[in-house]
């Protein structure tokens, strides 16, 4: 499964909202609100998140196993 949890992080760390995200980057409520309930965003939008943010993939998702 794969967990957003990094992404809320990343945001904290680099002093960003998601209101920031989408009035000022242009970023999708929609996609924010797929991400908080864990369904599937493409690598596009994983790119455009990395170049916002400046980090890297890991900073925005991560695999957790199913138990």
Same mark, same amino acid.
């Given at each position: 499964?794969?967990?957003?949890?990094? *992404? +809320? !992080?990343?945001?904290? $760390? !680099?002093? =960003? #909202?998601?209101?920031? %995200?989408? *009035?000022? @980057?242009? *970023? $999708?409520?929609?996609?924010?609100?797929?991400?908080? @309930?864990?369904?599937?965003? $493409? #690598?596009? #939008? %994983?790119? #455009? %998140? /990395? *170049?916002? %943010?400046? /980090?890297?993939?890991? &900073? =925005?998702? &991560? +695999?957790?196993?199913?138990?």
């Amino acid at each position: 499964m794969i967990s957003y949890a990094p *992404f +809320y !992080k990343t945001l904290l $760390s !680099k002093g =960003i #909202t998601e209101y920031q %995200l989408i *009035f000022r @980057h242009g *970023f $999708s409520a929609n996609i924010l609100h797929r991400m908080k @309930h864990g369904e599937a965003i $493409s #690598t596009k #939008t %994983l790119d #455009t %998140l /990395c *170049f916002i %943010l400046n /980090c890297q993939v890991g &900073e =925005i998702l &991560e +695999y957790v196993a199913e138990t």
